[in-house]
């Protein structure tokens, strides 16, 4: 079974517009990017393009290669104070002279719609969150519409980020999932992999999980972004020869990518509700 990405995604942003259409909510998004990183600037835009579609304003801020922490801050501590501005989102990776960490602390976590500012994270780990983070959050939409199983399960994943590996431990161990969570340092980290009832592979590496790595019928998501020689985006997984094994697989593209922007849609509209809520203007 494919797991189509697309599709779920299509039908979450159709709800997700008339949703916003019968709250009377003009919810409204700010983007930071930093640079003229072409593929930093292509997911911007497509983030803007979805806003565009369900009904969510946004706005977008540049700033050159060059700036420094304090110029980023700045812009942060700018739609922090915007009361029209509900949700903010910086886009990664940041130049190197740029102190990541602290940008993103610097989040309000009422605006952070991209989970990682700590308070975020903190209530994701203690089973009570607000906003998680997009990649991970769109997983499990996507496991949930295609009814896969997670409960009792044994989930492995690969990649140990904070955007996604972590994350996405917690959301399947709240969901009662078995989770193990394997890296660079992993010993046996094939057979941990053959383990998997839900395999999830985030490394970043063209074809790095192969069909002898993956349990007969097992569900394996493909976070992984890659490109080869010729400039064709990849996954982790070598797709076609893992199919003919796997239970249910995520193809790249058309998986997990466009589950981020969606689930990027809903916490920007999560946010504008909580604020109406909080400033009484809706119940």
Do not use: W
């Not at 809520?277 to 809706?282: F, L, Q």
């Amino acid at each position: 079974m494919i797991l189509d990405g697309k599709a779920v995604s299509e039908k979450r942003l159709e709800l997700l517009k008339e949703q916003i259409e019968e709250s009377g909510l003009y919810p409204r998004l700010a983007t930071i990017i930093v640079g003229e990183d072409p593929a930093s600037k292509l997911y911007v835009r497509m983030k803007h393009r979805a806003c565009e579609r369900v009904g969510i304003g946004s706005i977008a801020i540049e700033l050159p290669e060059d700036a420094s922490t304090k110029q980023v801050l700045e812009a942060v501590r700018r739609l922090n104070n915007d009361p029209d501005i509900n949700g903010i989102l910086v886009q990664l990776p940041l130049p190197p002279q740029v102190e990541t960490g602290s940008v993103i602390n610097a989040i309000a976590p009422e605006k952070d719609v991209d989970g990682f500012h700590p308070c975020n994270l903190g209530r994701l780990l203690a089973g009570d969150p607000i906003f998680a983070p997009c990649t991970p959050q769109g997983i499990m939409t996507i496991l949930e519409e295609y009814r896969i199983p997670i409960q009792g399960q044994q989930a492995v994943v690969v990649g140990r980020s904070i955007d996604v590996g972590r994350p996405m431990a917690i959301l399947l161990l709240n969901a009662d999932a078995t989770v193990t969570i394997c890296h660079s340092k992993t010993r046996d980290l094939e057979d941990e992999m053959r383990g998997a009832d839900i395999l999830v592979s985030a490394v970043g590496r063209l074809g790095f999980v192969r069909p002898d790595m993956v349990k007969a019928g097992a569900t394996v998501i493909d976070v992984g972004i890659n490109y080869d020689e010729e400039g064709k985006l990849h996954g982790d997984v070598d797709f076609e020869a893992v199919r003919e094994r796997a239970g249910a697989i995520t193809p790249v593209p058309g998986g997990v990518g466009p589950m981020t922007i969606a689930m990027l849609m809903e916490n920007t509209f999560r946010a504008a509700r909580l604020a109406a809520c909080y400033n009484n203007t809706v119940l």
